[in-house]
């Protein structure tokens, strides 16, 4: 029973425009319908209206497809497409960036090619750097979450710019 009227709510259907199995309604049924709802919900002049025992809590509807996802579900969501952007953005800078080539020469020269080194294998490895960055990125959201979020969040940004970039102008 809703608490303001005292009367029951009525299954009018979907938020999305259709009836209670699904099916669209042509807008002559629709009409007849809710001029029931409405004849349904007034109260009979010639009886007393008596107030609910108790108030039901009130309810509330979602329509299907909105709202079925929680905040924090969203949150999470959009934690993970930012990791997954910053996790391609450190491999990038090990693997393929000019400013990190030094670094990688230098141990190849010292531990050899990556045929022979499994050091200088992983600096070559997309697959095995994106591991490692992925574990670190998700122990750094649980450790320090403000200071991971905005490391990733710029990441993520340099790699949308990259990817752009490649597509737009090359």
Partial sequence: MSASSGYEPVDVGHCDGTGPLGHREPAAHAAQRDRDVDDQQRPDPTTVARPPA????????????????????????????????????LVKLVRDDRITEPVRESVI??????????????????????????????????????????????????????????????
Avoid: H
Wanted: proline content about 6%; aromatic content about 6%; overall charge positive.
């Fill in 54 to 89: 108790a108030p039901a809590a009130p309810t509330t509807q979602r329509c299907r497809g909105s709202g079925d996802m929680s905040d924090r579900s969203i949150d999470r969501m959009s934690e993970l497409m930012v990791d997954g952007l910053a996790t391609y953005r």
């Fill in 109 to 170: 020269e010292r531990q050899g090619p990556p045929e022979k080194s499994k050091i200088s294998y992983l600096l070559n490895c997309p697959w095995c750097l994106s591991i490692y960055f992925g574990v670190a990125l998700t122990l750094g959201r649980r450790r320090f979450p403000a200071t991971t979020g905005a490391i990733a969040r710029s990441l993520a940004l340099s790699a949308m710019t990259g990817i752009a970039t490649t597509r737009l102008d090359g």
